[in-house]
């Protein structure tokens, strides 16, 4: 059974950076995608950056590009949200969430998820 355990949420002002991590464990395969989500109060959950495994492909929400940054410690089957310059906008609970083959944006379609962690910008 895979599970993904976040960490790295907090509070933090307009302007500064926060790293989040999803430890991933139990894969049998590299044939895997984990995306970062996040859901702001009242909106609908969405994917800001996304790694598929096998092929290194990215994706970044054009409200985030040049700003997060996503990677991935292969050792340690972990995968990093680099978040730089964050605004009041950006204040959300961030998931982490993972499926079997190549990264797809919408979060129906993914079979793992983590407990979430939050995210608050203060201005």
């Known amino acids: 059974q895979v599970q993904l355990v976040e960490s790295g949420g907090g509070l933090v002002q307009a302007g500064g950076s926060l790293r989040l991590s999803c430890a991933v464990s139990?894969?049998?395969?590299?044939?895997?995608?984990t995306g970062w989500f996040r859901q702001a109060r009242g909106k609908e959950r969405e994917l800001v950056a996304g790694l598929t495994w096998s092929t290194d492909a990215i994706h970044y929400a054009d409200s985030v590009k040049g700003r997060f940054t996503i990677t991935r410690d292969n050792a340690k089957n972990t995968v990093h949200l680099h978040m730089n310059g964050l605004a009041p906008e950006d204040t959300a609970a961030f998931y982490c969430?993972?499926?079997?083959?190549?990264?797809?944006?919408?979060?129906?379609?993914?079979?793992?998820w983590g407990q979430g962690t939050q995210v608050t910008v203060s201005s």
């Open positions: 139990g894969l049998t395969s590299s044939n895997y995608a």
């Open positions: 969430a993972g499926r079997a083959g190549a990264l797809v944006l919408f979060p129906r379609f993914y079979e793992d």
